[in-house]
């Protein structure tokens, strides 16, 4: 490999490596690193400050990362009683899982999340690492514990109950996120979960309004999603199950048409597009111009856990590869689909020709 290759290879894993840095991982003087970046920065391949590349397909997620527990029941779940169950455990957190996802489906990824100098934070990120993420920006917090998520299933997959240990989160303050804006900058397309705090999600909101970048939100949970702005303007995309949907229209959902209005009262706060996921019956896109009902792909469920984080992950492939929102949206089902039949959150079988074949066999079976 050419040495200007070289450098931008270490500079896309971490940029903020410094010049003797590179210096000595490729074996040439400070100075010659030197003149590779003029020349680098010369072409246009090298951008700003902190090496920022000229990266179009990046998708940089920020917000969980956890440790997942999973208790599934050995028989129909009893609450206020002792339930017999399998438990097992996975790395888990929604941009953690659409990360892993997305650098499965060979997209070029970054993961931005803290965790806790603990055996299962550096669990968590070797794990993601594993699949082509890059790590280089996740803080790690000496004075916390890393996040943890513990579901209960019942016989057929269905949670009950979740309980989520996520303090290590509001450590995080937008001038932290100010620290790493230029590698942020550097993504063609950025994804934010609400585990982060109010202000963090007000401040990367505004900046990619400002910026013009294109920013996916996913508002994890009724509660959580509550820490979003009120007013949008800057979000390319947010995708609300059909709960969470409610609590940011204010309003029932409990007809399509019902839901078409709760998009429009999303859409009135500033977002582009509105995509509710609304388990068995699919998800119903609206934008501006366009809204459709798509129902979903039919498939064996082994588990829900994940479907959600596995329709934005093909909703995100399909965006940086060109696709429309609807194109996209179908992507997003397989992706789904794929991922119920396995019990893990992120399924092995998620993988880009994989969900392209899918898509088509299962248009085919409609």
């Given at each position: 490999m050419?040495?200007?290759?070289?450098?931008?290879?270490?500079?896309?894993?971490?940029?903020?490596?410094?010049?003797?840095e590179?210096?000595d991982?490729?074996?040439?003087?400070r100075?010659?690193?030197?003149?590779?970046?003029?020349?680098?920065?010369?072409?246009?391949?090298?951008?700003?400050?902190?090496?920022?590349?000229?990266d179009?397909?990046?998708?940089?997620c920020?917000?969980?990362?956890?440790?997942?527990r999973?208790?599934?029941?050995k028989?129909q779940?009893?609450?206020?009683s002792?339930?017999?169950?399998t438990?097992?455990?996975?790395?888990?957190?929604?941009?953690?899982?659409i990360?892993?996802?997305l650098?499965?489906?060979?997209?070029?990824?970054s993961?931005?999340?803290s965790?806790?100098?603990?055996?299962?934070?550096?669990?968590?990120l070797?794990?993601?690492?594993?699949?082509?993420?890059?790590?280089s920006?996740?803080?790690r917090?000496?004075?916390?514990?890393?996040?943890?998520?513990?579901?209960?299933?019942?016989?057929?997959?269905?949670?009950?109950?979740?309980?989520?240990?996520?303090?290590?989160?509001?450590?995080?303050?937008?001038?932290?996120?100010?620290?790493?804006?230029?590698?942020?900058?550097a993504?063609?397309v950025?994804f934010?979960d609400?585990?982060?705090?109010?202000?963090?999600?007000?401040?990367?909101i505004?900046?990619?309004r400002?910026?013009n970048?294109?920013?996916?939100?996913?508002?994890?949970?009724?509660?959580?999603?509550k820490?979003?702005?009120q007013?949008?303007d800057?979000?390319?995309?947010?995708l609300?199950?059909?709960?969470e949907?409610e609590?940011?229209?204010?309003?029932?959902?409990t007809?399509?048409?019902?839901?078409?209005?709760?998009?429009?009262?999303?859409?009135e706060?500033g977002?582009?597009?509105?995509?509710?996921?609304l388990?068995?019956?699919g998800i119903?896109?609206?934008?501006?111009?366009?809204?459709?009902?798509?129902?979903?792909y039919?498939?064996?469920?082994?588990?829900?856990?994940?479907?959600?984080?596995?329709?934005?992950?093909?909703?995100?492939?399909?965006?940086v590869?060109?696709?429309?929102?609807?194109?996209a949206?179908?992507?997003?089902?397989?992706?789904?689909?794929?991922?119920?039949?396995?019990?893990?959150?992120?399924?092995?079988?998620?993988?880009?020709e994989?969900?392209?074949?899918?898509?088509?066999?299962?248009?085919k079976?409609?």
């Amino acid at each position: 490999m050419e040495k200007d290759m070289q450098i931008l290879h270490h500079i896309r894993q971490n940029p903020f490596i410094t010049q003797q840095e590179l210096a000595d991982l490729i074996g040439i003087s400070r100075s010659a690193v030197a003149g590779y970046i003029a020349q680098l920065t010369k072409r246009g391949e090298i951008k700003g400050r902190a090496y920022v590349l000229r990266d179009e397909g990046m998708i940089a997620c920020i917000g969980g990362a956890n440790l997942d527990r999973k208790a599934r029941g050995k028989q129909q779940v009893r609450l206020h009683s002792s339930n017999p169950v399998t438990i097992m455990e996975s790395c888990g957190g929604v941009a953690r899982n659409i990360a892993e996802n997305l650098g499965r489906l060979g997209c070029n990824t970054s993961l931005i999340t803290s965790i806790g100098e603990d055996k299962e934070g550096e669990w968590l990120l070797q794990e993601t690492k594993k699949h082509g993420v890059h790590i280089s920006q996740v803080w790690r917090l000496p004075t916390q514990r890393t996040g943890t998520y513990t579901a209960l299933l019942d016989i057929d997959g269905e949670m009950v109950v979740s309980l989520a240990n996520m303090d290590i989160y509001d450590a995080l303050t937008p001038e932290m996120f100010a620290e790493k804006w230029s590698h942020i900058a550097a993504a063609h397309v950025v994804f934010i979960d609400t585990n982060i705090p109010a202000d963090c999600l007000a401040y990367i909101i505004e900046r990619c309004r400002e910026e013009n970048i294109l920013l996916f939100v996913d508002p994890v949970s009724s509660i959580k999603a509550k820490k979003l702005p009120q007013q949008l303007d800057g979000v390319e995309a947010i995708l609300p199950n059909r709960e969470e949907a409610e609590l940011m229209a204010g309003m029932k959902i409990t007809t399509i048409e019902e839901c078409a209005e709760a998009c429009r009262k999303i859409r009135e706060r500033g977002v582009k597009h509105v995509i509710v996921t609304l388990g068995e019956e699919g998800i119903y896109y609206q934008s501006e111009d366009v809204e459709e009902h798509m129902l979903p792909y039919p498939t064996e469920v082994v588990d829900v856990t994940g479907a959600g984080d596995a329709f934005a992950s093909g909703l995100l492939y399909g965006i940086v590869n060109g696709e429309s929102f609807q194109s996209a949206c179908r992507l997003g089902l397989a992706a789904s689909a794929l991922t119920l039949q396995t019990d893990q959150s992120v399924s092995p079988l998620l993988k880009a020709e994989q969900l392209e074949l899918a898509v088509e066999q299962f248009e085919k079976e409609r």
